[in-house]
Structures are given as C-alpha cells and as structure tokens.
C-alpha cells in the first residue's frame, strides 16, 4: 500500500504550522496522530501535496482552568482514557474514547486531528456538541473560537479555513447535579459506529430536570443536536415515559444517511433506543443514584 | 518528493535512512531495517498484524510514515528477547499453542506484552478486551488468551518469590 | 491444561490402533516451524525477495458485467520503471481448464487474463511489472480499457430463468446433482406431519491474515520457479499449460501459509507471477492488498436450502427431500464438487430410508466462489439442524430425544445408497456438550434474555473416493540418526509438517528435534496433492505412517542382529532402538544399515479406497469417511437492539485418535471462531455485483472481545481411517456454530432466524413481525 506523493515538514510551533500550511496552498494538510488521514491516503482517497506535521508544535496538556478544561489538540484518545482530571471533569470523554478503534488507534490519534477531519462517526465530534465545547484555532488572520456545533459542516468537512489549524477544545466544567452519558452501538468493538446517543442533564434539588442536551452521532453527514426535542423533559422528574416520548420523537425526525452494515430504519430504532438510555442514564447519575446501567451498546 | 534523512533505534540498534515522505513504517522496517517480522495485514489499521511499540507504546506501522518517527525508537517482536532466544511470553504462546499459522503473532505478542507491562495483574477479560484490535483467523484467542495469562501468572510468582 | 484434557477424554481406543506410547502425546516438543513463528523469524511468502526483483500488479475490472471494446496500454507502458504491461493476448493458453467434479461434468475455460468479456467486478484483465511498487500502481491507474456494458444477473434464481443474460455460452445451469434412496413421495404421504422451510446462507471471505502472495523467478536449469502461498503445489501443471511448458519446467514451492482455510487451493497470485516472470526473464514478487482480496478472490457460495421433512409423531424422520441452489458466481472453479459435497451430505447424521436431495450450482455475475473451510457440507449443516429443532417444536418433544431417535449408525445407508462404514459418535458428542455448559449466566440489563441452542453434524474428510486418491512420502535416516521426511505437504498453520513428524516419530522413536521435514516443493518431494478436503492428515499421515513402518521393517533386522534377538522385541523410541536394557542409538542403526547395503531410506505411496459414483443415478461411493460431532451455546440477546452476545461455547467431536490433542482442540476452536462469525456477523454484500465495501474495517471477522473461551473436546471414540486411528478435524467443527446459536436465539427470544448471518437487524425485524402477528409482546 503506497499512498501518492507529497511533502513533509514539521511544526515546532502553532504559528509555523500555519505559516507552513499557508505556504503549502489548499492542498497542504495537517497531520498529528495521522489515524484518520493516512487510511484515506493509503486507499489513495485522499492525497494532500503537502503534510505538515504538528505532533511537536505543542504539549499535550490536559488543564482544568477556571470552570473549563482545556485539552491542547495534541491530546491523544488514550490521554483521555487514562485522565483522572478529564474523568473528574468531562466523564462523558472518559467514556466515549474507549469506542474509539483499538488500543493503536487510541495512542496515536488526538482530539484536534479527529474534529478536524471531519468524519462523522467521531466519537468526539458528537461529544463536543454534546458538551457545548469550543474549538480554538489559530491561522492567518490569528486566533478565534468556534462552538463545537458550528464546526462540522459535512462529511469530511469542517469551518475551518484554509490555513487554520486546532490548537486546543475547551469543554465547559459546570457545576451542580449534574449527569451524562455516551451510548454507543457499532456491529464490532472499535468500528465505525452505527449510531452514538450522548445527553447531558442537570437537576434541581428536587430531582427536576433544569435543562437537557441531546446530541445524535453517527447517522447523519455530522453530529445532530436534537436537544430541543428533549424540552419537554425540562421542569419534569425524568422517567422512562417521558424519555421513551422523546426518545421516539428524535427518532421519527431524524435524517438517517445510508451505512454499509444496517439498513435506515434499523438504525432509526437504534436512535430511539440509544437516545432514552443516554437520557434515563445521564439523569440517573445527575440524581446521584447508585449508577444504574440502562443498557450500553458496545460489545466490549 | 524531497527526501528526509531519518534516524531512528530499532530493537535498541541504530538505524539509519533516506526515505521518502511517503515510504511507511512498515516498509523501512521490512527493507533498510530487516525487520521482515513486521507483517502487512489490511493497510486500514484494523487488523493488528503490522503492530510495533514506538517508545514503548502499540502503533500500526502501516498508518505510520517513517519521517515521523526519526529520532524516535521501535521495538518489534525480535526486540522482545537476546538474539536466538525467546522471551517467556513467546514461550508461553508456543507452550499453548497460542499460534497457528503465526501471521498475526508478532502483534499479538507485541500488544499483549505492553499490556502486560502495564497492567501486570489484568484478569482474562482485560486481556481480551486489550487485544480487541488484533486479529487472529485461526486459534479462536482461547489458546492466546490461555498464553498470556500463563505468561502473567509465571511473571507473578517470580516477583513474589524476589 | 490440553494434557489433562487429552486424557480425560481419552476414553477408548481400540487396541490395535493405540500408539506405542500414547503417554508421550502432548509432550512439549515444539515442530521448527512454530518456534519460528512466535520468533517472528518464520520467511511467508512475502518475506523473501531477490535483488532487482520487479514487482507485479493486476489490473482488474471495475464492473460486473460488459464487453471488452479495447485495451489500451500504451500511457501504462509510458511510466518510468515498468517492464511489463500484458493482456489476454500476450497469455500463450488463456484459459485454466479443470473439470473439477471428477465425473464428467462439462468443463468451462476460466480465462486467465479477460479477453473479450468480463463477468465479474474485479475481474483481472492485466498485469504489470516495475521497479518499483509504486510504478507498477501508476501504470495499473493508467491502463484505459474501453467496456460496453452488459446487462448482468445476479440472482440464481433469476439467472436460471429462460431469459437471464447467459454468462457462458451452454447457460447458466452449471450443474445439477441428485441422489436419491428409497421412496420419498410415497414416504412423505405417510408421515403424521411434514415440516418445510427454506434456509439461506450468505457469501464468506476467508480472510485469512496472510493476503495472497509470492516470488517468481527463472532457476539455474531455467525451470520457472514461483515459491507462493499455497494449499497446491500441483497447480504447477496447470501453470506450465498456460505458458505452454513442458510441466517438468515449472516448479512451484510452497511457503508456510499464512492461513489458507481452502482460499489457496484455487490459484491466487501464480498465473500472473508466471506471465510476468516470464516475459520480462527477471525475478517478480507480487502481494495483492486486502482490498483486492476482498473485492476479487473466490468467496464461500450462498446457498438456498429447501428442506422438506416428513416425520412421525415420535420424531423419526421418514422422508427427507432437500432441494439446494448454489451460486457459483462467474466461473466454475470448484462449484461442482462443493454442490456435489452439500448433496451427499444434506441429511446430516440422521438415518434416512426414503429421501431424495437435488443441488444446482448456477452461474451469475458475481465474484466465483470456490473451496472455503467445510466446502458445502457446512452450508446445509444450517438446513438439516434447523429441521430437527423445527420438528421438536412442532411436535413439542425435546429437540435432543428428536435427534437421539434419528442418529445414523454404523452399517446405515447413506442418500447415496453407501454404508456408514465406521462408528459414529454423534450421540455421546452431543451428550457431553448438553452436559458441559454448566449453570445458565443471568441477564446483564433489563432489555436483555439469556437463551441456549445446539447442534450436531458431520462432515466428510477426505477426497471423494472416486478421485482415487493417493499421497507419497520419502523417509530416511541420516548416519547421525536424525530423521528426513520428504512430503509435497502443504502446511496452512495447523500443523500438517509438524503432524507427519509426529506420526513418523511414533514408528520409528526419533524426536521432533532429531526430524527435518521437508515440504511443499513440486520439484523436489514427492507429491501428496494439496492441503485441501481435510485430507492431508488422512492421506500424507497415511503414507508417512507406511513409509515409517516401511523403513522400520528394514532396519528391525539389522538392529535384532546386532542386540541378538527378535525383531519384534525392539522398541523404537527416543532415539534408539533397543531391547530390554540392550540399545543402539539410531546413529549406530544407520550405519550398520548403510554397512550392510541397508538403504535406510523408502519412498511409498499411500492409496486411498476408491470406489465408483455413477452421476445418472446419484448413487455410489461418495466419501471415505466421517467426523461426527455437537456444539453448543449459551448467548444473551439485548431485545431492543438486537444484539447477540456468544456467553458460553462447548464443541465436541469424535477425533477417533488424536495425533497431537492440542492441535485438535486448536482446529476445533479456530473453526468455531470462523463458524460465529458466519452465523453472525460475516457477509460480503454485493449489490448489483459490486461489493458494498472492500474494506477490511468493514468485513466483520470475529474479534478478541466478540467470543468467549471455546471450550474444545476431543473425544477418541470411534476410531477413523487417517494413521493409527485417526479423524480429519480441519474442517468439521466449522458447521455446527450457525445453527447452535440459531437456536440459542429462539431459545432467548422465540424466534428462529433462517437467513445467515443472524445480525442484530434481521433478529430485530423478526422479533418485531413475531410481535405484530402474536398482537403482544411475548416477554
């Protein structure tokens, strides 16, 4: 397996990664981990002129700072995996990474390579929406942040302008009763997801539902928030009626794209039943229950 | 293309080459560095045929360009013991017939002894879930699995007994 | 742990085949090949190379069905680097010509390199040498091959109707099969009741971890050399046709595979190394990616199983009639003895008086399929267990009281008309299986059942006996007294080098260490015929088993000479030969034997039983002989989703007599993987004939986490006709996993899924019609 031609260099910094993508022209690419890209360029799906490998431009750093954690881009999947400051503050991450390919894949690929490459079965694509991220990039006209639900355009396509590379995904730490949940089903451990649920709920002091986020991943060309469907919940004690209601809404409405290894209604109950249990899981350890397990998807 | 000159250890010895940006892991261990027990299985990272630890951790040697890992060390599975000896994890899996036909036993072994070396005490089920990304066509992993947790239990009583 | 397996389980063997120490079985000497392995030092095909080697690509269709209008090769030939752009007219005997069913079925060209037509996606229709890989992919990118496309079919049922597109001249029918025995209508107007269902299998890759590869070179002497991965090494002469070479110019050598399960007994990468070889007289190496394997190599066939079976009230079958079709794909390969095996063994381990089985294989635009691991006696396993379970429910009786009164015996004829004509263990299989597994896990979650399910089966080892076939070997002994064993073996990983070993060891008591053997090479060991039909132990071990008898009957008197006694009071064993406490070691054997004009050396040839098939009338002699055996399963199933989660696995069969037990449990466990997989998750889907996915990312081959420890049982039962008793265990123990889990799912859900594999989709579809037609949810 060759993949086509092309450059490399490396950045010893953030602002020489983007000088040297600059210079590179529209075909220049980044590459940290690589886990993503170099398939696509082994198959011969991708052949960028140029790489620019970033995997020195900086620490990776895992910071809590101020009611956010910070992880810089080059955090790997298996840094996450094995934070306590990330489980402490983002569990959410902790759980979704270990969907992610293999114990390889998990030690090579980094937060920043996988948002930015656009796939729409990321795990941490869905994650960042779900937990209302930001995504700081530096490029030619300096540095700016996009929300997390901004960034993913389409397959394989970001807001990312030419030239701009991700520095660092900050995910907010809020306080209070708090829960959530990553559910995931894919038809082997480590593979392209079928369907991914993630929720986020928060709770008053008595056991009602202050507010909900809903994120569906892996159906559509990006991750889908869906949070405005779980309004209703808002207000309420969070039952399985109410959530299975939800639940089937998210279902019904949701553009499901083709997979090659399950059919669109197939996975639109998947939908159905991975959104009521990330929402029924998310609100159980809101409450600070024993940690009930309502179901999860993986094989592993 | 330009090329790089890259330098890199491979099983703790010195290599070192021109390579094309585009020249894989894989390739410069299979052709300037001799390794040819690095094996291709898919070319999609997916199967665990092609694992090597760089600086000590699992990579797919097929997704990894030699460029990047100049200055950066590799150790394959005749890394894992003296020359012309076995480690007693590759003992272990010839003991329990853990290979059969052998092809995707270099990453087996290597995946499993990293593991291992982490979590010296992982029961079956974490080794099972360790090596979830490693293929194997012939043996079922009941004999692999069986290997390694003998492997483990031998490692154990030695450090209990120093 | 195998040991204490091995003589736990070691319960009978008949004494004339017991071995002369079967203590020593087990011990922990380790065959070459395997410390290699765990080494990582064992050279497979791709592991050897020669200085200024080119390397090869095929070039290959990228539609199913369409006319070959022009091919221009001119931009390819322009590509710095390459050596070599060759077509169908640049092959001196485009066509692989193999009349496979051995009885006369009408033989169909497969052209090596497409001519004027191509029937299949993948289809190759060039090769290229270069200097580099990558000149030789740009040159493959470059190739402009004009097509008008045809119309195509794809279905087999559609394909045999009068108007489908004919994909070779004399139809789409390939072949048909039919035995027969008995009166099965009238048979079936008896019973009380009559049970009919329709069962589907699915297409099946290999995927084994070794994708296909070799070197090709022209020798000292100007023999053209390919040394390839390879089930056959008598595919030399089939090369030497198609370069239009006396065979004495072509000599294949046979790498250690990694992995074959019958993927490698066709031709892979050989025609094309051979023509480039050739052409450019320079050393060629030529490694086909994943993808390619995916998208173009021979598949396991899908079938379509109609079972009818007529039953008494109690449970016993009185008529059997099973209509199989088989899709063959777009050339014949192997597709006619794979539907002649499903035929002969579509009743399964079940008497049958009355009973009539009819097959065809048909041709259709799809990749061929060809020799997979259980060769059409796996496919109907599915058919013939999912009846009896059917039939229990039915008659609501116990599904294992079901087969216990069906279960074949010694000396009960076959669908074929031919006698079982060794013990059958089936029914003691099944028993320890049912007694194995132990008390039932509890549900991980609300959403979650836990069910069980088995299965039982037997599948043929050997070729059908109508091949009349046979395996040579060559044996000697060196002055030191270590051991040379020549076979034209080829060894897939389970063993078979270090089996002959073993089995020459026990005769003639030189140790692993003290043998080399020699495999795999057409030129230099004498032929066996290849690692295919779970033949290898029977015939190769048979014939080493003669040749080492053979020798040792020419050194038993030289060594009773000179220790003075009897040659039937010698033993053979760790290096010497001795007589009570007198003993020579095999060194001084030798020599004494060369001193005396004692070759010690022989080379025999072992001949299988042979009987006739007539094809009209479908009765005859099918197979040599059989291995029984039972699975079973304990899975969870998540209701919402579907999912299905493997708990527990036992298999067990009747080995007859193990040569190395824990080989056998390895087989056994290897091919239950395999067999999960296909029940469960495997399927290469084509659409139109063109794959939905040639990734290996999205071809599901069971991983570590999808199958818990299989428990593996070898039982020495009933002994066999391989060396000193034993059974073929390559192949069995792969059929049984589809329906067991079939089972185990109706068990956990209450419904019976008839289509393969059983994903997580079909099994939600089918709960969610079983509860639309029930009104209720059932749990």
Request: proline share 5%; hydrophobic share 40%; glycine share 10%.
């Amino acid at each position: 397996m060759y993949s086509a031609p092309f450059e490399y260099v490396r950045a010893s910094s953030w602002p020489e990664a983007v000088d040297l993508l600059e210079g590179g022209g529209e075909d220049a690419r980044v590459i940290a981990g690589g886990q993503s890209l170099v398939p696509m360029m082994m198959l011969r799906l991708a052949a960028p002129s140029l790489l620019v490998d970033v995997s020195a431009a900086a620490d990776r750093s895992v910071d809590l700072v101020d009611a956010e954690l910070v992880l810089s881009a080059l955090v790997r999947h298996a840094d996450i995996e094995h934070s306590e400051v990330v489980r402490g503050s983002c569990p959410m991450l902790t759980e979704a990474v270990t969907h992610i390919g293999n114990v390889r894949v998990r030690h090579r690929g980094t937060i920043g390579g996988s948002l930015a490459h656009g796939e729409p079965t990321a795990e941490l694509a869905t994650v960042a929406v779900a937990e209302g991220a930001t995504v700081t990039v530096l490029g030619p006209g300096g540095e700016r942040a996009i929300p997390a639900g901004d960034l993913f355009v389409t397959h394989f396509t970001t807001s990312l302008e030419p030239g701009e590379v991700v520095t660092a995904v900050r995910f907010p730490v809020p306080g209070g009763r708090r829960g959530s949940s990553f559910q995931e089903i894919a038809r082997r451990a480590g593979d392209f997801a079928l369907v991914e649920a993630a929720a986020t709920v928060a709770l008053d002091e008595d056991d009602r539902c202050l507010s909900v986020r809903l994120v569906v991943g892996a159906v559509s060309d990006r991750p889908v928030d869906v949070s405005q469907a779980a309004r209703p919940l808002i207000g309420e004690r969070i039952g399985e009626d109410a959530v299975g209601e939800v639940a089937r809404a998210v279902a019904a409405e949701i553009e499901v794209g083709p997979h090659t290894h399950a059919g669109r209604e197939y996975r639109r109950r998947l939908v159905s039943v991975l959104a009521g249990r990330a929402l029924l899981t998310a609100a159980d350890r809101a409450a600070g229950a024993v940690h009930t397990d309502h179901g999860n998807g993986a094989r592993a | 293309m330009s090329k790089h000159e890259i330098a890199l250890e491979v099983n703790g010895r010195p290599v070192s080459a021109t390579v094309d940006p585009n020249m894989s892991l894989l390739e410069l261990l299979r052709t300037e560095a001799g390794g040819l027990e690095v094996k291709l299985g898919c070319g999609e990272g997916v199967c665990g045929t092609c694992t090597v630890l760089l600086d000590g951790e699992p990579v797919n040697s097929c997704l990894t360009f030699a460029v990047q890992v100049d200055g950066r060390a590799v150790t394959t599975v005749r890394g894992l013991a003296a020359e012309g000896e076995l480690h007693p994890l590759q003992e272990a899996f010839l003991t329990h017939a853990g290979s059969q036909c052998g092809f995707c036993t270099p990453g087996m072994l290597l995946t499993a002894k990293w593991y291992l070396d982490r979590h010296p005490r992982a029961d079956r089920e974490e080794l099972r879930s360790a090596l979830s990304g490693n293929f194997c066509r012939c043996t079922g992993y009941t004999k692999i699995l069986d290997a390694i947790e003998a492997y483990r239990d031998a490692r154990q009583e030695v450090s209990v007994v120093d | 742990m195998s040991t204490e397996i091995a003589d736990r389980d070691a319960t009978i063997v008949a004494p004339e085949q017991a071995s002369p120490d079967a203590s020593r079985r087990g011990a922990p000497v380790h065959h070459r090949d395997f410390v290699e392995k765990v080494a990582g030092t064992l050279p497979y095909a791709d592991d050897w190379g020669f200085p200024g080697m080119l390397h090869g690509v095929v070039v290959r269709a990228q539609l199913p069905s369409a006319r070959i209008v022009a091919i221009d090769t001119s931009a390819a030939r322009a590509v710095p680097g390459v050596r070599a752009v060759l077509t169908a007219a640049d092959v001196p005997h485009n066509g692989i010509h193999d009349e496979a069913s051995g009885l006369g079925v009408d033989a169909i060209q497969q052209p090596v390199l497409a001519a004027d037509r191509v029937r299949y996606d993948g289809e190759p229709v060039a090769v290229i040498a270069a200097e580099t890989p990558g000149a030789a992919l740009e040159a493959a990118g470059l190739v402009d091959v004009e097509y008008e496309e045809l119309p195509g079919v794809f279905d087999p049922e559609e394909a045999l109707r009068d108007d489908a597109p004919a994909i070779h001249a004399g139809g789409n029918r390939y072949v048909d099969w039919r035995s027969s025995i008995g009166d099965v209508d009238a048979a079936m107007r008896s019973a009380d009741l009559v049970v009919e269902e329709t069962y589907r299998s699915q297409r099946v890759d290999h995927a084994y971890l070794e994708p296909e590869a070799g070197i090709g070179w022209i020798d000292s002497d100007g023999v053209l050399t390919l040394r390839v991965s390879t089930q056959v090494i008598e595919h030399a002469r089939e090369i030497a046709e198609i370069l239009k070479l006396p065979h004495s110019r072509v000599r294949v050598i046979a790498s250690y595979m990694g992995g074959g399960f019958g993927g490698k007994e066709d031709m892979t990468i050989e025609p094309f190394l051979a023509l480039l070889v050739w052409r450019t007289r320079r050393p060629v190496r030529m490694v086909w990616t994943r993808q390619e394997s995916l998208l173009a190599r021979y598949k396991r066939h899908p079938f379509t199983m109609r079972y009818r079976t007529g039953v008494r009230r109690d449970g016993t079958i009185v008529a059997q009639d099973v209509r199989i079709v088989g899709d063959a794909g777009a050339y014949p390969l192997l597709s006619s003895r794979v539907l002649f095996a499903a035929t002969v063994n579509a009743t399964g381990p079940y008497r049958v008086q009355d009973a009539r089985v009819e097959s065809t294989a048909v041709f259709t635009n799809n990749v061929p399929t060809s020799a997979f691991r259980g060769f059409g006696a796996m496919q109907v396993v599915f058919g013939y267990e999912s009846q009896m379970d059917r039939i229990a429910e039915l008659l609501g009786l116990d599904p294992a009281e079901v087969r216990r009164r069906n279960f074949v015996q010694r000396g009960d004829l076959r669908v074929t008309g031919e006698p079982i004509d060794t013990g059958v263990g089936v029914g003691e299989c099944m028993e320890r299986v049912l007694a194995e597994l132990g008390p039932p896990s509890r549900p991980s979650g609300p959403h979650s059942r836990i069910g069980r399910g088995f299965a039982c089966s037997m599948q043929p080892y050997g070729r059908s006996v109508f091949f009349a076939d046979r395996a040579s070997a060559w044996i000697g002994l060196e002055q030191d007294g270590t051991m040379v064993i020549r076979a034209g073996v080829t060894d897939l990983g389970a063993g078979q080098a270090a089996s002959l070993a073993n089995i020459a060891g026990e005769i003639l008591g030189v140790t692993v260490d003290r043998t080399s053997v020699h495999i795999g090479d057409s030129a230099l060991t004498p032929l066996t015929g290849g690692t295919f039909a779970t033949r290898q132990l029977y015939m190769s071990g048979n014939a080493v088993l003669k040749v080492a008898r053979s020798l040792r009957s020419k050194l038993e008197p030289v060594a009773a000479a000179l220790l003075e006694c009897e040659p039937a009071q010698l033993s053979f064993e760790d290096n010497r030969v001795s007589v009570g406490d007198r003993s020579l070691t095999m060194a001084e054997v030798a020599q004494a034997a060369e001193h005396q004009g004692v070759m010690p050396y022989v080379h025999e040839t072992f001949e299988a039983e042979t009987g006739e098939f007539d094809r009209e009338t479908g009765r005859g002699r099918s197979f040599p002989d059989y291995t029984h055996g039972a699975h079973a399963a304990e899975v969870e199933v998540d209701e919402s989703t579907g999912q299905v989660r493997v708990l527990k696995y036992v298999a067990c069969h009747d080995v007859g007599r193990a040569i190395s037990m824990q080989r056998v449990e390895g087989q056994i466990q290897g091919a239950v993987a395999q067999g999960v997989g296909y029940a469960l998750s495997e399927d290469v889907e084509l659409v139109d004939g063109v794959p939905s996915s040639t990734l290996f990312a999205e071809y599901l081959i069971p991983s570590s986490v999808d199958l818990p420890d299989i428990r593996a049982i070898g039982l020495e039962l009933h002994p066999g006709k391989g060396p000193l008793g034993a059974r073929g265990i390559g192949e069995p123990p792969i059929g049984p996993s589809a329906p067991a889990l079939a089972s185990a799912i109706q068990d956990a859900v209450g419904v019976r899924l008839q289509r393969l594999p059983m994903t997580p989709e079909r099994l939600l579809d089918a709960l969610q019609a079983a509860r639309g037609a029930s009104g209720s949810v059932a749990s």
